[in-house]
């Protein structure tokens, strides 16, 4: 008789884990990927601060160009003493005066019988002022003139004209047509 025949295990070498070289491969890899998502990280947060100041600046230029536009309109006359410094005579007897800073415009507002009031606006980043008065015809315009650092993605700047006493956006012109 044949004794009874008990097959052979085969062993297989199977390993239960990940050789050194594989997750040195590995950890590399993630590495850079994440260095890669880190310095893109870094440019969007760039560009985020940059765009929120522009849109800051805007606003702060925004709410000075209404307060110079209306100051003009509501003026009687205007005296540019020094070259920063304009004030513009309000009925009633009160003044506003707009003086130019190295780092903003400041507009003071007297009334009589009250405390002056000061705002002040803030200049776009290395961005300069000038304030201006000239006869033009009938009337007398005011103007104000802020420019930007040039190199800036919006370098635009901005300029207000006012006539005293009354808009020049409305105003009709000789023949009758707006």
């Known amino acids: 008789m044949i004794p009874f025949a008990t097959p052979t295990r085969h062993r297989r070498s199977r390993r239960a884990g990940f050789s050194l070289i594989e997750l040195l491969v590995t950890m590399a890899t993630g590495a850079v990927l994440l260095s890669l998502a880190v310095g893109l990280l870094h440019t969007l947060l760039s560009l985020d601060r940059g765009a929120r100041a522009l849109v800051a600046d805007d606003a702060r230029l925004d709410r ?7 100051d003009a ?36 507002r007297k009334e009589e019988g009250s405390e002056p009031l000061e705002e002040r606006f803030k200049l776009p980043t290395q961005g300069s002022a000038r304030l201006n008065v000239r006869e033009d015809g009938p009337g007398t315009v005011v103007s104000l003139t802020v420019r930007r650092k040039p190199g800036r993605v919006a370098s635009s700047g901005l300029r207000v004209e006012g006539w005293l006493g009354r808009d020049r956006r409305f105003s009709h012109s000789k023949d009758g047509a707006n």
């Open 73 to 108: 309109r509501a003026a009687t006359a205007a005296a540019r003493e020094p070259a920063d410094r304009l004030v513009l005579t309000l009925p009633g007897g009160g003044t506003v005066e707009y003086r130019v800073g190295e780092t903003a415009v400041i507009r003071t």
């Open 64 to 70: 000075l160009a209404r307060a110079f536009r209306g």
